[in-house]
């Protein structure tokens, strides 16, 4: 497996990334992911959660072949998985599902580590030689991601970090699935807010962070993969 995270940027390319961001920090997702595309493609893919699909609809719309990338962690809730599936088939998405390795059987779900080799370890080596990745993070999800930035360099991965979407809000999100008549992951309408694994996502009460469902109780905050 390569070991992305020794890969250092040039001077021209952080100062490159960082005009990029400074002028892109008011553009709408579709310019930000037509730069990337013109800029990265085709070594961009997308790496989706699939909790909602704005950002593949958005992505698609650019480059119908870009790939997309869901890290199967092997406990996802099944419905989770049957709408990687429904949305795969709609697109006719170019759809890399990513595994855990054999040193994940001796990390029990939920534990220390569980998602470095669940999520983390996996999407390094599905990403291993590309440039850039775009992702659907926002910064009103938490506050650890309140600065997160249009473009940067991200050097855990070794890429090109893009993020169209990080000026949103959830209500924009909203709006862009019904104004386009999205598919809606079923367990939204259970309270299921922020959609994780299994064995770590709760439905939240009404009113309640949306994702105070998330590794409920433990003090955990993000998986790895942005920080
Ligand atoms: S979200 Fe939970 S179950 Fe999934 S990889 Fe991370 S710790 Fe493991």
């Known amino acids: 497996m390569a070991d992305t995270s020794t890969v250092v940027p040039s001077e021209s390319l952080l100062s490159e990334l960082d005009e990029a961001n400074r002028s892109l920090e008011t553009a709408p997702p579709g310019t930000i992911i037509a730069w990337a595309h013109e800029r990265f493609a085709p070594d961009l893919v997308l790496a989706c959660s699939f909790q909602d699909i704005v950002l593949v609809d958005l992505a698609v719309a650019v480059d119908p072949g870009i790939e997309v990338i869901f890290l199967d962690t092997g406990a996802h809730f099944p419905e989770t998985l049957e709408f990687v599936d429904r ?44 440039a850039a990745w775009l992702t659907a993070l926002k910064r009103v999800d938490a506050p650890t991601r309140a600065a997160a930035p249009i473009v940067s360099y991200d050097e855990a991965f070794g890429l090109v970090k893009i993020n169209p979407m990080a000026t949103w809000t959830d209500d924009d999100i909203d709006s862009y699935v019904t104004d386009h008549d999205l598919p809606v992951h079923p367990l939204i309408e259970k309270g299921y807010l922020s959609i994780g694994c299994a064995p770590t996502t709760r439905p939240v009460a009404p009113g309640e962070d949306p994702r105070a469902g998330r590794w409920s109780g433990t003090g955990k905050v993000e998986c790895g993969l942005h920080g």
């Open 87 to 130: 949305v795969s088939a709609r697109y006719g998405l170019n759809l890399t599902v990513t595994h855990p390795g054999p040193e994940a059987a001796a990390v029990p779900c939920g534990t220390d580590g569980c998602c470095q080799v669940r999520k983390v370890a996996p999407l390094r080596r599905a990403v291993a030689g590309r």
